[in-house]
């Protein structure tokens, strides 16, 4: 691991950083914010149809479970991930197209250490977004609302779901090396991205959509740690991690 390198990585892709720190934190400071005019609109209109679909009665209950049906179980995992491709897209992709790769690995540090710091880096930048936006979130729902807000849940909930994140960071890392363009390599991201969501759309493929599994709807509503597709998921990060830091090492630029 170089400190260089992975200082070198938050340089060049700050503005990926400061842009997800903005876009996430607002996004979860709005959240606590609509809370009262979704419940007026409740109260005042009664069934809503879709809105009801979107947010199930049930949800509305409980403030903390509004926060995490918004947060864990949509706009985290959803934004999070254009977030986790824009971050990743460009990782090996970019040094490539960029004709900065050979002298990159002319330098004192072995292949893999410049795949392993790459990656220390853009997973650092990933969690700091987490971190940050769900603090946001948490902190002013605490401090400025007089509903009861189950923190821990939640926290844990955030875990569940930045888990996912990395998976889903480190797979479009793995695409970044093994193509040659951030584009292309952003755009083979997506579309496998894709399918494998509209797996979670039918009741007998959803088991198998990582999408499924991120929000912790098995832990925050059924109470139940989702211990097995979290072991999934992590065992699939390795599996990227490692396939991604071979294929560096063995491939001629």
Do not use: C
Request: no cysteine; glycine share 8%.
């Amino acid at each position: 691991m170089s400190k260089t390198l992975i200082a070198k990585e938050f340089r060049e892709n700050r503005w990926k950083l400061v842009l997800g720190l903005i876009v996430m934190s607002l996004l979860s400071l709005s959240l606590p914010l609509m809370y009262d005019t979704i419940i007026g609109m409740y109260e005042g209109f009664g069934d809503l149809g879709w809105i009801a679909e979107l947010i199930p009665p049930q949800i509305m209950g409980s403030f903390s479970a509004f926060l995490w049906s918004q947060w864990n179980a949509k706009n985290l995992y959803q934004i999070g991930t254009i977030v986790v491709i824009l971050l990743g897209m460009s990782t090996i992709a970019g040094e490539v197209s960029n004709k900065t790769i050979s002298f990159l690995l002319t330098r004192p540090i072995s292949r893999r250490a410049v795949f392993f710091s790459k990656v220390i880096a853009g997973s650092l930048m990933l969690w700091l977004i987490i971190a940050v936006s769900t603090g946001v979130m948490i902190l002013y729902a605490v401090l400025a609302r007089p509903e009861v807000v189950e923190v821990g849940r939640l926290f844990v909930a955030t875990l569940i779901t930045g888990v996912g994140l990395t998976t889903i960071y480190l797979f479009t890392v793995f695409v970044s090396t093994l193509l040659d363009d951030s584009v292309k390599a952003a755009g083979v991201a997506a579309v496998v991205l894709l399918v494998n969501s509209v797996l979670g759309w039918f009741n007998a493929t959803r088991v198998y959509s990582i999408f499924t599994h991120m929000g912790g709807a098995e832990y925050f509503l059924g109470g139940v740690f989702p211990v097995w597709p979290v072991l999934i998921m992590l065992v699939l990060s390795g599996v990227f991690l490692m396939t991604g830091m071979n294929m560096l090492e063995r491939k001629e630029f």
